[in-house]
């Protein structure tokens, strides 16, 4: 397939009006596009179009029954996709749209269940990318878009990334800047009494009940509240609501390890110890395979240091002799980082990537947790 592949930033929207006008055109007439949005790239085509799921998939490498989420560039494009929308959600779509956050809703009849994955909801994000609403209005259709990388793989968040993972799987490619989020968006359950996240994002479970609750003392009630429901769906559910969350994520190609940074310190002085050591006494084999029963360990003193990195907030990153790669100092800058940091681990050809337990460092915020829960996807190996 070839691939067409044009540049345009926010502020070219209006010189680049024809080519945008033209991935409308693509996108309407069935073919599939990626399209820059603030929280990662996506790969789109038709909503209304039952082969456009088949279409994303090829494109991505794999079949699946995954949802995927339906994107529209104004609120008429929303009675097209969803029905028996409550006032909170009007609430919520007032505060944080456009951005980043896809609510779930009942579908309408003419979104396709394979769009769907099956379900009788649609998950829908209005996005503040404005190349993105300019492309989904000149569509004059939803889209469905989800991350436009190869399945499995983190997702893409600069246009080189898309670029060269993308080329030659789908009609076009706009490369326009850095994402600036990083992390998808939240996706947030509105069909039950209360709304509830699915997958984390920039927007926390606390700021939604914040934006629904009248005062202080109906927000508490309404955490109290949470609390409950969630215990019973979880003793009742045992299948995770956003079927995505269930299949491996974001992996690079290297080994991913997350620790406390504490003892990816004391992991790499050991190494050092363990190394000079054998160089001293070359012979003692047996010995030292007592020394190294612990895998990692072993795999620590075996890799050469050119296929080690340690992924470190930026104030430790010097600490890990010469190891150290800063991913950010902010949760914002680290979130803005993470999946074009693991994509750059690749391009290094590094092998193992001790990353740190960052919990600690951003206990209580909501946006840290949820680049952690990426992580601990990314070093899942199911
Ligand atoms: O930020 C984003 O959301 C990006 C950009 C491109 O908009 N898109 C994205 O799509 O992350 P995708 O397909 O990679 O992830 C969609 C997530 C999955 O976890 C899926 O299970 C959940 O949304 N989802 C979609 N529709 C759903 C539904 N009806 N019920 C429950 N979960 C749903
Ligand atoms: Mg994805």
Redesign the pocket.
Do not use: C, F, Q, W
């Given at each position: 397939m070839e691939t067409v592949v044009f540049s345009c930033s926010e502020q070219d929207i209006a010189c680049n009006g024809a080519l945008l006008k033209r991935a409308g055109r693509i996108l309407r007439e069935g073919g599939t596009v990626i399209f820059p949005?603030e929280?990662?790239?996506?790969l789109g085509a038709n909503a209304l179009d039952p082969s456009a799921a088949d279409k994303i998939y090829l494109a991505k490498g794999r079949p699946s029954d995954?949802?995927?989420?339906v994107?529209i560039s104004d609120m008429q494009m929303l009675d097209k996709v969803a029905k028996n929308i409550r006032p909170e959600a009007q609430r919520l779509m007032q505060r944080f749209w456009p951005g980043?956050l896809?609510l779930?809703f009942e579908k309408r009849p003419e979104i396709p269940h394979k769009i769907?994955?099956g379900?009788e909801?649609?998950?829908v994000?209005m996005?503040s990318d404005p190349i993105a609403r300019f492309v989904i209005a000149e569509a004059g259709v939803p889209i469905a878009?989800?991350?436009?990388n190869i399945s499995g793989k983190p997702?893409i968040t600069s246009a080189k990334h898309a670029i060269l993972e993308m080329t030659g799987r789908v009609d076009m490619i706009i490369q326009s800047g850095d994402s600036t989020i990083g992390i998808?968006?939240t996706?947030v359950?509105m069909t039950g009494e209360l709304p509830i996240v699915?997958?984390s994002g920039q927007i926390g479970q606390s700021e939604i009940l914040k934006a629904i609750s009248s005062d202080e003392a109906d927000y508490e009630a309404k955490c109290t509240r949470l609390r409950e429901l969630l215990a019973t769906l979880g003793a009742e559910h045992g299948a995770p609501?956003?079927?995505?969350?269930k299949y491996r994520h974001y992996s690079p190609e290297a080994r991913l390890v997350i620790l406390p940074s504490e003892e990816i310190g004391a992991r790499l002085r050991q190494r050092m110890l363990d190394r000079s050591a054998l160089s001293d006494e070359p012979s003692h084999s047996g010995e030292a395979d007592n020394l190294f029963e612990d895998a990692l360990q072993k795999e620590l003193r075996l890799l050469s240091k050119e296929r080690i990195r340690v992924l470190a907030i930026e104030g430790r990153a010097a600490n890990y002799f010469g190891y150290g790669h800063s991913i950010g100092a902010t949760a914002s800058e680290i979130g803005k980082n993470l999946f074009a940091t693991l994509r750059r681990m690749d391009e290094q050809k590094i092998e193992l990537v001790l990353c740190e337990d960052l919990s600690r460092d951003f206990e209580g915020d909501e946006f840290a947790s949820a680049i952690m829960e990426r992580l601990e996807k990314a070093a899942s190996k199911e």
């Open positions: 949005t929280t990662v790239y996506g995954n949802p995927l989420i994107h980043p896809t779930i769907t994955g379900l909801t649609v998950g994000r996005p878009a989800p991350s436009a997702s998808e968006s996706v359950d699915l997958r609501k956003s079927p995505g969350m």
